[in-house]
């Protein structure tokens, strides 16, 4: 049984470019999570998605932050316009069902220049 | 208030001690109560959890401790191990569709020979 994948494991962009973050979460797990960690702080939740819909988006900013999860394929975090600030490693977690253990990936590291 | 509050920031433990982490929540909606472990560059993995209607639960050398009343958990590591070195972070969630997990800043354990 494959755990959460995620990809790239480790993500450079430059100032303004666009970053995009992959999870595939576990076989039959249809509620993904993401969260991010900045340096030695925890995990704030971003958004709660099931297949095809975004279930809460109250941890997303405002802006330059969007998320899918398509009925096929993996789930997709997409930054926008990437700033120094956005640095930091972004965390999927997938659940078979709400109120069941949340199982994480391994990350992607995102460094802006 | 959604914040959960963890310390220490840091601990360091001789091998066969026991290690002690404590969190604090204010938001009486919490229901769900686990531990995470994580290795530098690696995802979170659950140690351990527990829900409100039971005050301890143990697992092999870990237990944790619940007080409903002081709004209060913590984690013990029995007879800590070099193994057991990484970072906790203490979480708490609601039930039902807002399993979102709020999550405590972390607990590096340092356990030395």
């Known amino acids: 049984n494959a755990g959460v994948m995620q990809n790239p494991r480790h993500l450079v962009r430059r100032r303004g470019q666009e970053a995009r973050l992959r999870c595939s979460p576990m076989?039959?797990?249809?509620?993904v999570y993401w969260y991010r960690q900045l340096p030695e702080e925890g995990l704030k939740f971003m958004v709660y998605?099931?297949?095809?819909?975004?279930?809460?988006e109250s941890g997303m900013p405002k802006e330059r932050f969007s998320a899918e999860f398509p009925k096929e394929g993996p789930s997709i975090l997409r930054i926008q316009q990437v700033v120094r600030g956005d640095s930091a490693a972004y965390f999927c977690?997938?659940?078979?069902?709400?109120?069941?253990?949340?199982?994480f990936g391994p990350g992607t590291r995102l460094t802006v220049l | 208030q959604q914040q959960v509050k963890q310390s220490p920031q840091s601990l360091i433990v001789q091998k066969g001690g026991i290690s002690i982490i404590n969190c604090a929540y204010e938001?009486?909606?919490?229901?769900?109560f686990p531990w995470y472990q994580q290795f530098p560059g690696k995802g979170p993995a659950l140690l351990i959890a527990?829900?409100?209607?039971?005050s301890e639960k143990k697992e092999g050398r870990f237990t944790i401790s619940f007080n409903k009343s002081a709004k209060q958990f913590s984690l013990h590591i029995m007879d800590s191990q070099p193994g057991d070195s990484a970072t906790y972070f203490c979480?708490?969630?609601?039930?039902?569709?807002?399993?979102?997990?709020?999550f405590g800043t972390g607990t590096r354990l340092q356990v030395t020979l």
């Open positions: 998605l099931q297949k095809e819909n975004i279930i809460d």
């Open positions: 979480a708490a969630s609601m039930a039902g569709t807002a399993s979102k997990l709020t």
């Open positions: 527990i829900r409100p209607d039971v």
């Open positions: 076989k039959g797990h249809s509620h």
């Open positions: 938001n009486t909606a919490f229901d769900y």
């Open positions: 977690a997938s659940q078979i069902l709400a109120d069941n253990e949340q199982f």
